[in-house]
């Protein structure tokens, strides 16, 4: 059995959640899909293959972005596990926009995960999550997730929430801004997974590309990108009855 990840991440908690999980079937190739301008249609699957698909839940959904370069894959019939990656809040209609997309590219989906990992932007809320009980969490959900892998006259249809239509998108706009002494390395410019950042001033931001993912903010390696505070501050005051209290981990088999 070859097993993959398929992730779009833009700060890597996406990407952590999803390889917790699949280790635990095998050795596991990983393939990034929130790098901008990369083939993401040579990448295809075949019966025998297992896919973990993951991606955040931005605004409840799977980040457009995200569904545009996944949706590019063959999977001839592989199956697939979808993850949903959110950051204590919700995950409202993510699985089941990502478990239709994924059909729709020929997968077989056979499970879903909902991880709760820390908030790209709030990290108050799920702060160091996945921490060592989700591990042990994630790590059980896939031993059963491998036994339904082996039992392939079970794999029948199952219930993942959501609801369609879909909600519709709603975030807070947060564009990062940039400090006056940066740099232009232009690491920004090739990792931003919506190409959002100018090639020639790494210090301008199209805001009508941008999709506050975070990634910049992240990897900026002399911490020169960042996201105003006051709003940041505000948005959590906001949401601070909905993202309290611990989230846990859920499978749907
Ligand atoms: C634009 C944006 C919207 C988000 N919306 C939600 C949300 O609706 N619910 C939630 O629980 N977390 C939300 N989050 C938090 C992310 O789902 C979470 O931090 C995830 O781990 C980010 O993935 P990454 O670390 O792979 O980039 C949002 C984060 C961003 C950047």
Redesign the pocket.
Known sequence: MNVYTMYF???????QAARILAEELGTLQEMDFSLPGKDYGMYRFEPGDVCFVAV?????RVPTAALVNLTKVQAHGAAAVVVA????????DTLLELRKAMEGCGFKVVAAVAAV?????MSRY?KGRPDQEDKMALKAMAAKIREKLGKPQSWKDFFVPGRYPYKEYH?IPLVPETDKDCRACGLCVRRCPVGAISKKDPRKTDDRRC?????CVAICPEHKKRVNKMLVFAASMKLKKA?SGRKENELFL
Request: glycine share 18%.
């Open positions: 991440s833009p700060t890597g908690g996406t990407r955040p839940s931005f605004g409840g990656a959110y950051g204590n809040r919700a995950y409202e990992t820390e908030h790209s932007i799920g975030t999709i506050s993912c975070m990634r993202c």
